[in-house]
């Protein structure tokens, strides 16, 4: 399968900051890449929709101010989680879609980030 | 609202026996069927995809899928402890390129020693 990268891995910031979590595409061009959230003995949540070049889609209830996202190029989205609180604490993870030599659009999943707010 | 259900589990099978995951989905002009595999901790690894009805295999994977029965399964031979995990059923939304996944809650397979 294909591989993303997520990065950081890990991360404890205090209440009020901003964050930024990277996701890469590191084999095949990424036409579009999905955010998603987990919280513990959950199933992931569609946060957000972005394609290259263009603005994100985001889920109901998902605030685009707070959850901001960038799709620069095909191999790199980024997340930005603003004026973090403790209730955004939650495993973001995101997946990348290209078409695949099936002839479909799998989605593969970047290893996630762990976000603690203090 | 569309909706995938799966049974939540757990499932428990001895060792070398073969497991059997379910899931129904509601929405009936869904193409793309997906089993991800999410070990504690990690995030979801696609195991196998299947986008006609029938079976797929891939090693010990299968993949069965009736559109016509909204129902798609997926059974894994020679169970191994190594398999233990949850397993993700997930559906396109829509036909069209890069359209987002709906996932189902996940069943949680047990293969006991």
């Known amino acids: 399968g294909a591989v993303v990268s997520q990065h950081p891995s890990r991360v404890i910031c205090k209440s009020g900051t901003s964050v930024k979590i990277e996701c890469r595409s590191l084999?095949?061009?990424?036409?579009?890449m999905f955010w998603y959230r987990q919280f513990p003995k959950q199933s992931l949540m569609l946060m957000a929709t972005?394609?290259?070049?263009?603005?994100?889609?985001?889920e109901q209830g998902v605030e685009k101010d707070k959850f901001l996202i960038n799709h620069a190029s095909l191999t790199l989205s980024t997340l930005t989680v603003t004026s973090a609180h403790p209730e955004d604490s939650s495993f973001y993870i995101c997946?990348?879609?290209?078409?695949?030599?099936?002839?479909?659009?799998?989605?593969?999943f970047g290893p996630g980030t762990r976000l603690t707010v203090t | 609202q569309k909706e995938v259900e799966q049974n939540s589990g757990p499932l428990s099978v001895p060792e070398g026996a073969i497991a059997s995951l379910n899931c129904t989905y509601s929405?009936?002009?869904?193409?793309?069927f997906f089993w991800y595999r999410q070990y504690s901790g990690k995030s979801p690894e696609l195991i196998m995809f299947?986008?006609?009805?029938g079976d797929k295999e891939d090693g010990r994977f299968t993949a069965q899928l009736n559109k016509a029965s909204q129902y798609v399964s997926l059974l894994i031979r020679d169970s191994q402890p190594s398999d233990s995990a949850t397993y993700l059923c997930?559906?396109?939304?829509?036909?069209?390129?890069?359209?987002?996944?709906?996932f189902g809650k996940g069943t949680t397979l047990s293969v006991s020693s």
């Open positions: 997946s990348a879609s290209g078409l695949s030599g099936s002839g479909g659009y799998e989605q593969y």
């Open positions: 084999d095949f061009q990424a036409t579009t």
């Open positions: 972005s394609n290259e070049g263009s603005k994100a889609t985001y």
């Open positions: 929405d009936r002009g869904s193409q793309s």
């Open positions: 299947i986008y006609s009805n």
């Open positions: 997930a559906v396109n939304r829509g036909t069209e390129a890069g359209t987002a996944l709906i």
